[in-house]
């Protein structure tokens, strides 16, 4: 489907430069990160048309636990039911449409309306709708619970990560995590995800960023700012030890040849134990469009959502993940520590630079910019993928 926003907004031969070859190519035009309009037109035309990153897991930890999430001005609530499965659901009422839940609840197991008590289960199921016919009369001719429930959006977990397909209708999720698991099963073996632990605790951060969501993911694909933006870590992980990373339709990244960080840190965490002995300081920090930002390490994996909240508005969620049961041990906490605080070190140092982005798209002496043909390889298959969903409404994997 071709939208007319897009059209009205973001002529077509602009969109048409963006997917030129590199060398001729120019960005996304700044109204694409400052227009309301554009930013609803991404959210059903964009994101919502392919499996976006909604939350984690373990923000629902609990059987019987729900947590609202807002998705681009959309309210949802992700829930984990009794029976441990996980789903998200529309945050409103069936009944008048109220909202539903407002905060995070660990102990909720189930949810009631608060404004006339509708109950419903954490699988979405209406449970009771007291005085319905009338004062102490709970059931009323013609209306069935099982007709009611709780509008259900598709979702998916992997890696910890809920996944939405807003629309309903993107092909599996097998076909979008594919390219990327195939990718990353030279480092970590086949079923890297059972390696994967969470702790309780220190896992999961926020980071409030004043940009549109596209300048964190466009940041992230490209490691040409390291020396000025990141000078510590450059020091270990310099710029020309690192590779652009065009993966498959849907990702694009860099990679490193000299990961290091657990020695600076201090750490020696567990490992992969399929991790080949030659790739031991090999990293690779994958951007999986839409939102959702990876980096994968022999002792450490994290995924950032990155949630849109506004044009020039958005919350970067970043959780670590660690190798193997023994890692979550007393005794590595300090090393967890250290790496969590690496990271927020780095992504806090790119917080100005995606802001000075937002900020400048604003001129009117911003036309999209250019790419160097050598260096910003990653960042311009982010955009040309962004410019091919602009252009059919329709997002390819
Ligand atoms: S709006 Fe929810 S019970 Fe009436
Ligand atoms: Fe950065």
Not at 34 to 61: K, M, N
Not at 155 to 178: K, Y
Request: overall charge negative; hydrophobic content about 40%; proline content about 6%.
């Amino acid at each position: 489907m071709t939208s007319s926003i897009t059209q009205n907004t973001i002529p077509l031969t602009q969109l048409d430069a963006v997917a030129k070859p590199i060398g001729q190519a120019v960005g996304m035009p700044g109204t694409a990160y400052t227009s309301e309009a554009l930013f609803h037109f991404e959210r059903d035309q964009l994101l919502g048309l392919t499996w976006s990153g909604l939350a984690f897991a373990s923000e629902v930890a609990a059987n019987g636990s729900l947590a609202p999430v807002d998705f681009m001005g959309l309210p949802l609530i992700v829930t984990r039911d009794l029976n441990g499965h996980i789903n998200v659901f529309h945050n409103v009422c069936s009944h008048r449409g109220m909202t539903l839940v407002k905060e995070a609840n660990p102990l909720a197991r189930g949810i009631r309306c608060p404004y006339h008590s509708w109950y419903y289960d954490l699988s979405g199921s209406l449970k009771s709708t007291p005085s319905i016919g009338g004062v102490r009369i709970n059931e009323v001719a013609g209306f069935s619970c099982e007709n009611n429930g709780l509008k259900r959006v598709r979702c998916h977990v992997w890696m910890g990560i809920v996944f939405i397909n807003l629309s309903g209708d993107a092909p599996d999720f097998t076909d979008f995590i594919t390219p990327l698991e195939n990718r990353w099963s030279q480092f970590s073996g086949a079923g890297f995800l059972d390696e994967l632990h969470v702790p309780e605790q220190g896992a999961l951060i926020e980071i409030d960023v004043q940009c549109n969501w596209k300048l964190a993911v466009e940041n992230y694909c490209e490691s040409y700012h390291l020396p000025s933006v990141h000078p510590t870590l450059n020091t270990y992980s310099p710029l020309d030890q690192h590779y652009n990373i065009v993966a498959a339709e849907n990702m694009s990244g860099q990679g490193s040849y000299v990961y290091n960080l657990s020695d600076i840190a201090g750490t020696e965490l567990p490992r992969f134990p399929h991790w080949p002995e030659e790739k031991m300081s090999h990293a690779e920090y994958i951007s999986l469009y839409p939102n959702v930002l990876l980096g994968l390490q022999p002792d450490h994996v994290f995924a950032m959502i990155v949630q849109p909240q506004a044009p020039g508005q958005s919350v970067e969620k970043l959780q670590l993940y660690y190798i193997g049961a023994q890692s979550l041990d007393e005794s590595y906490g300090g090393c967890r520590s250290a790496v969590l605080k690496s990271w927020q070190q780095v992504f806090s140092e790119d917080i100005f630079a995606v802001e000075g982005m937002q900020n400048a798209r604003r001129s009117s002496g911003f036309t999209g910019g250019v790419f160097s043909p050598v260096m910003d390889v990653s960042s311009h298959h982010f955009h040309q993928w962004l410019a091919q969903c602009y252009k059919t409404g329709t997002v390819r994997l």
